[in-house]
């Protein structure tokens, strides 16, 4: 995606997703091979930070959906009930409200130290981050963002070959370049049909992430093991298999 940039609100969002997927990966990349059991948990807790703004960039993304009326014509209503379903059980799933766990941890003790805090609160609001809990929330983070991806509603903008012309790409996979300035000016310049989408970053990112977690989950506790190309009509996988991720 570092060659395209977001044109709409939803793009913007998911590119949002797309940076902390990035910031957990530099984090977790070397985490499987980490031997000592208190270095890993130092390193969860400061993954934290990025996954906790995952959340709230999900639930954005689920919003605007919604909300936004640019977003949300480019839906037939079926579908945007399906995200209202899953934002909710998202909720369910993931609490993450300020009171929640995700956003004590995150706020005491990941994004900063409280200042206030003793040693013994540190310690034990350090014990709700256990390496399986912590995946167990980032496998559902990336299953969402996995779904949310294969909907059709993201624009995207490329550099054109002078300032004269911009170039976008509203209906995947045609690149449409336009002349804005000089003589002619507007016209219709170009039709080109992209290698590949920009949204392909995110599985790709998705799968590292799935490989760098596997340890954190017990012996036989479900997880995302492997990722497969569903069907576009199919997209909503979430709410289908969302048994995988109760708590245990």
């Keep these: 995606m570092d060659s395209w940039f977001p044109s709409n609100n939803a793009a913007q969002k998911l590119w949002r997703c797309l940076e902390c997927l990035r910031d957990l990966d530099d984090l977790l990349v070397d985490s499987a091979n980490q031997k000592n059991s208190t270095k890993r948990k130092r390193k969860l807790k400061i993954a934290l930070t990025p996954l906790h703004s995952l959340v709230k960039s999900v639930d954005d993304l689920c919003n605007d959906i919604q909300s936004n ?66 995946g167990r929330w980032l496998h559902i983070c990336l299953h969402l963002v996995l779904d949310l ?26 690149i449409v370049t336009i002349k804005v300035e000089g003589e002619g000016a507007p016209a219709l310049v170009a039709i080109n049909i992209a290698n590949s989408s920009p949204r392909n970053v995110i599985p790709e990112i998705v799968q590292r992430l799935v490989s760098h977690s596997q340890w954190m989950f017990k012996k036989n506790q479900p997880r995302i093991s492997s990722l497969k190309e569903d069907s576009l009509d199919d997209w909503n996988t979430f709410k289908k298999y969302s048994y995988i991720h109760e708590p245990n």
């Excluded at 909710?88 to 995150?106: C, G, M, Q, W, Y």
């Excluded at 550099?159 to 995947?172: A, G, H, L, V, W």
Aim: glycine fraction near 0%.
């Design 69 to 134: 009326k640019e977003t949300r014509c480019l839906l037939d209503e079926s579908k945007i009930k399906d995200v209202s379903e899953i934002q909710e059980l998202f909720s369910r799933l993931l609490p993450h409200d300020h009171k929640a766990d995700i956003s004590t941890v995150r706020n005491k003790l990941s994004a900063h130290i409280d200042k206030n805090m003793h040693p013994s609160e540190a310690q034990k609001i350090s014990s709700i981050i256990t390496s399986n809990e912590f």
């Design 149 to 174: 991806t294969k909907l059709d509603i993201y624009h995207w903008s490329c550099k054109p070959p002078s300032d004269e012309y911009i170039c976008f790409m509203q209906n995947e996979p045609f």
